[in-house]
């Protein structure tokens, strides 16, 4: 189970900094991954980490604003995002991707990811 929190309303050139618990199962095994959601748009591939937090890929329309991280002890992946644009504006979704070989990476489909959180709504005004 994946529960997302953090999202926010905020102003362009802000900050928010979300987070996703995980339970029921070993996180260190899951690549994790933020995915959005815009009003009539498809979801879109944000960020994605890897097992030990060592390995980190971004969409191209987020690199050098946002960062994700995970803290395995805790359970939690975390996406600190800077410099918020009113087009950063969507519904944010952790995901997490259980395959052995880590399907996933570095560039996911949503189709690879196999555990979904219910998403946290972020939105920038400009």
């Known amino acids: 189970q994946l529960q997302a929190s953090g999202g926010g309303l905020v102003q362009a050139g802000g900050s928010l900094r979300l987070s996703c618990a995980a339970s029921?199962?070993?996180?260190?095994?899951?690549?994790m991954g933020w995915f959005r959601q815009a009003p009539g748009k498809e979801r879109e591939f944000v960020a994605i980490?890897?097992?030990?937090?060592?390995?980190?890929n971004y969409a191209d329309s987020v690199k050098g604003r946002f960062t994700i991280s995970r803290d395995n002890a805790k359970n939690t992946v975390y996406l600190q995002m800077n410099s918020l644009k009113s087009e950063d504006t969507a519904v944010y979704y952790c995901?997490?991707?259980?395959?052995?070989?880590?399907?996933?990476?570095?560039?996911?489909?949503?189709?690879?990811?196999?555990?979904w959180g219910k998403g946290t709504l972020v939105t920038v005004s400009s």
């Open positions: 995901a997490a991707d259980s395959s052995p070989l880590g399907r996933s990476w570095p560039d996911p489909r949503a189709g690879d990811m196999v555990y």
């Open positions: 980490i890897n097992r030990n937090g060592d390995g980190k």
């Open positions: 029921g199962r070993a996180f260190s095994t899951l690549f």
